[in-house]
């Protein structure tokens, strides 16, 4: 037996939908939030399975966690009884993020034993910036077994200059650091609205954390942090996919809860296209779709650049664009098994490593398809709402890595969308 997403194309959506937390900065702030001594309490935490390996992953190493709101929205984590043990169940390679307990174990106990993180395969996702900053501070790096080993006798801060500007990489040298002795400064470091949270969430633990937003961060050592309150920031990327849904498929649809200035990128593109947007304080209305889409080309850059999590949604969008778009992948540049996905229901993509020939118009059709990945999946769905017929999505578990509640939230817009269990033959 196996769970697919089916969509039967083509029904009107309109409505409000409200974006959740931010999966990118909640599966850094759940490790991070064990580096204090007392319970901290994180609210607008999406129930997504990312969260769920997360807990199971605390819980691995003696942390109380308690979840509490509506839909289990409020998490208090509880690290008074926590021990360091080795971290080599299964549920570390479920996720990317479990690589932040390299970063947070060392600055607490100096020592951190724990598999290759997983994640969405993009390519190769190297983790060498991570342990060079570790090893700047002081830490020896070892692969044995299948497992890194990263201890120190002491971490001592110092200049981490950063080849390339890396989120992942940011975040957990902050973490390593916020022990660490003196003054530990992070060069050419990642801007990311997320990397802003987790430094938020680390300073209302105690910690002192500067230049955060910026491309240079610095980290004074601290000798203990307390517990707090913490509130997650909106989900940018989720966001986007509803803008995107929205401008593809949808007729005035409201989007709730949103930082418009951290979709810029985006919110530009989409004017260049042709949509027709109301940008409030904290929401986004796309109005009906103009009859002419205008076709776009696109580059994935760091942030403030365009994200390139969302260059897997928005290519459905220019399939309905009227000529050529072309999509450029910095970050990634192997980002394209949508590509191959949404060409099997009539789009007419040419995957040129490292871009993507998108020409539209192309009508769309419902067929099986597989979701490749997290926004692979997004952009399948985005597809199935516009497309003829019946679109079957298979491998939705990438797409419960990063969306919480898609199917529910884009019923309450009119669509007719279900998670099915099927035969897994079929
Ligand atoms: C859990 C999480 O937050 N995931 C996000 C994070 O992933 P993640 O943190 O893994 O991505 P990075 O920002 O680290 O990667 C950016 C680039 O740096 C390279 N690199 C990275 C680390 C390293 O040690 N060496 C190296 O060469 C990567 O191959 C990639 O080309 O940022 C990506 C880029 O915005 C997003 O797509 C992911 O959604
Ligand atoms: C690539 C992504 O996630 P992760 O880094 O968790 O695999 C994503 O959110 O698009």
Redesign the pocket.
């Known amino acids: 037996m196996k769970e697919i997403i089916r969509i039967e194309g083509g029904h009107n959506l309109t409505g409000h939908v409200k974006i959740s937390g931010s999966?990118?900065?909640t599966?850094?702030l759940i490790p991070a939030a064990i580096l204090a001594d007392e319970p901290v309490t994180i609210v607008g935490v999406p129930n997504i399975s990312?969260v769920k390996s997360l807990k199971i992953l605390l819980e691995e190493l003696g942390v109380n966690v308690l979840i509490k709101g509506e839909n289990g929205n409020h998490l208090i984590i509880d690290p008074s009884n926590m021990e360091n043990k080795p971290m080599n169940s299964d549920t570390v390679t479920k996720?990317?993020?479990s690589?932040y307990f390299m970063g947070v174990l060392l600055a607490k106990y100096k020592r951190v034993e724990i598999k290759m993180p997983g994640?969405?395969y993009?390519?190769?996702?190297?983790?060498?910036?991570?342990?060079?900053g570790f090893e700047t501070l002081g830490a020896k790096v070892n692969y044995e077994g299948g497992s890194y080993i990263i201890e120190a006798d002491e971490l001592v801060g110092d200049k981490i200059f950063?080849?390339?500007?890396?989120?992942?990489?940011?975040?957990n040298i902050m973490c390593a650091a916020v022990f660490a002795k003196g003054k530990t400064t992070i060069e050419n470091a990642?801007k990311?609205p997320?990397i802003i949270d987790i430094a938020t969430l680390l300073n209302k633990m105690g910690a002192q954390i500067r230049g955060m937003g910026t491309n240079v961060i610095t980290i004074t050592g601290v000798d203990t942090l307390h517990g707090c309150f913490h509130e997650i920031i909106p989900d940018r990327?989720e966001a986007a996919t509803y803008l995107t849904l929205a401008a593809t498929a949808g007729n005035d649809i409201t989007i709730e809860n949103v930082i418009p200035q951290h979709l810029e990128g985006l919110i530009s593109k989409l004017d260049d296209i042709g949509v027709n947007m109301e940008v409030n304080v904290d929401s986004i209305l796309v109005k009906g779709r103009n009859e002419v889409l205008k076709p776009v080309d696109i580059k994935t850059a760091?942030?403030p650049g365009f994200?390139?999590?969302m260059q897997q949604p928005l290519t459905t969008l220019l399939t309905q664009c009227d000529g050529q778009s072309v999509v450029t992948e910095?970050?990634?540049?192997e980002?394209f098994k949508h590509c191959h996905e949404l060409n099997k229901m009539g789009a007419d993509i040419d995957v040129r490593t490292p871009s993507s020939f998108i020409n539209g118009p192309t009508k769309l059709s419902g067929t099986s398809v597989t979701a490749t990945d997290?926004?692979c999946g997004a952009s399948l769905i985005i597809a199935g709402l516009i497309a003829s017929g019946t679109t079957e999505i298979d491998e939705i578990y990438h797409i419960e890595r990063?969306y919480e509640n898609i199917v529910g939230k884009l019923k309450s817009l009119g669509a007719k969308i279900e998670k099915v269990t099927i035969d897994s033959d079929n």
């Open positions: 999966k990118n900065a599966v850094a990312d996720l990317r993020a690589y994640g969405c993009l390519g190769p996702r190297p983790i060498d910036l991570h342990l060079k950063l080849d390339v500007s890396s989120v992942g990489a940011t975040i990642a990311e997320e990327i760091p942030y994200a390139t999590d910095t970050i990634y540049t980002r997290l926004r990063g």
